[in-house]
């Protein structure tokens, strides 16, 4: 889904440039970012999108990515292709953008989301905004240890909260929240009764792939500290309430850095704990250029 975290961060370093007055409200839409991620149990994502400004008040954007989720279990890996398309307008003041994904490998997994995401600028030094998702998906597979096909369903969707404050010219806090509801099914059951976990290959979660998995509720908490011109530090916390029961913690640091000609690179370590208390390590390598 569209993770609320991303848009605040994106909206920090939005709300810290400063705008002419005759400077469009979507001058800042025209950029291209690449990101690559992969933790200690094989998993890794890759994704690629660009935004481009519309008029003087709107903007689309395109992504397209696949990731790869490593069943800890069985040993076996599901790759996934993802596209997405998506839009919004901007005014001074406020912007509200929506971005719908579609997620697949084969017949084996289907995902499709669609986020929405409204943002308010009070004064120069707060922003507040509102998330909604919604998510279609379902899972073929087998029950373990044999061959009995089983197919499972999730849909459901989601509300949230998010906000940015500049606490000085350097400093500056993020926190966003989301609840969702899901509904499930099962079409064939075991002796145990119905399969615990959705997706069906849950052993690896972590903040790699965490988007695969059906979360009850997040919360993040991040700070970013601009050094100077050329580097900005960005440390996270974050928790999720996975469906099928367990947590998923993680914390992680990035850095910001300016690299001239338009670009800005972003490496960044993180470690994760999913829901049996297990620990894996996890990198992260970002890049953007705007033009």
Known sequence: ?????????????????????????????????????????????????????????????????????????????????????????????????????????????????????????????????VDATRRQARQRGSLPGSATPVEQRVKGHGVGLHGTVAVTQRLSVYGATMRNHYTTSTQQQSSGGLLAGLPLLQGGVSAVNRDEAALDRSHQLGATYRVNDRVALNGELQQDRLHEGGNLRSVQMKAAITAGAGWTVTPGLGRSHGPQGEGVNYGMLGASYSW
């Open 1 to 129: 889904m569209h993770k609320p975290i991303l848009f605040a961060t994106l909206l920090l370093f939005a709300g810290a440039a400063v705008y002419a007055e005759e400077a469009a409200p979507n001058a800042d839409k025209r950029s291209l970012n690449l990101a690559v991620q992969r933790d200690g149990q094989r998993n890794q994502s890759t994704a690629a999108a660009v935004s481009l400004p519309v008029g003087r008040q709107a903007w689309v954007q395109l992504g397209a990515g696949q990731s790869r989720t490593r069943d800890a279990a069985s040993g076996n890996s599901y790759r996934l292709g993802q596209v997405s398309v998506g839009g919004g307008v901007a005014g001074q003041a406020w912007q509200a953008g929506l971005v719908a994904s579609h997620k697949r490998d084969g017949d084996a997994l289907r995902q499709t989301d669609v986020a929405a995401a409204a943002d308010w600028r009070p004064s120069n030094s707060v922003i507040v905004g």
